[in-house]
């Protein structure tokens, strides 16, 4: 059992940045992928970023260049760094952990999930 819970959302102008972070707790984080991916109403879970256990990064076309992913293995903790925020951007946040390096833009395939973080976006 893996819990995770994100921090560092909130409201911010187009341009700025976001640090948010993902605390896992429980056993195995370092073998988990984890994932970020964000929703906004009516709309399904989109992919954002991932990490995988051995730390290569994969990012969504739409954030590439902006978004960053790392992870602290000490501190079993997962973060997103946001720059060059867009209003586009404005979504809730949540990390998720799977097991295994594939489908790791597929939220289905994710065994736990955070709570979500709301991002707003000023324009």
């Known amino acids: 059992q893996v819990q995770l819970v994100e921090s560092g959302g909130g409201l911010v102008q187009a341009g700025g940045s976001l640090r948010l972070s993902c605390a896992a707790s429980?056993?195995?984080?370092?073998?988990?992928?984890m994932g970020w991916f964000r929703q906004t109403p009516g709309n399904e879970r989109e992919f954002v970023a991932v990490i995988t256990h051995s730390g290569y990064t994969y990012y969504a076309d739409s954030v590439k260049g902006r978004f960053t992913s790392s992870r602290d293995y000490a501190k079993s903790t997962v973060f997103l760094r946001m720059n060059s925020l867009k209003p586009e951007d404005t979504a809730v946040y949540s990390c998720?952990?799977?097991?295994?390096?594939?489908?790791?833009?597929?939220?289905?395939?994710?065994?736990?999930w955070g709570q979500g973080t709301q991002v707003t976006v000023s324009s």
């Open positions: 998720a952990a799977k097991p295994g390096d594939s489908y790791l833009n597929i939220p289905g395939r994710y065994d736990y």
């Open positions: 429980g056993r195995s984080f370092s073998s988990y992928a």
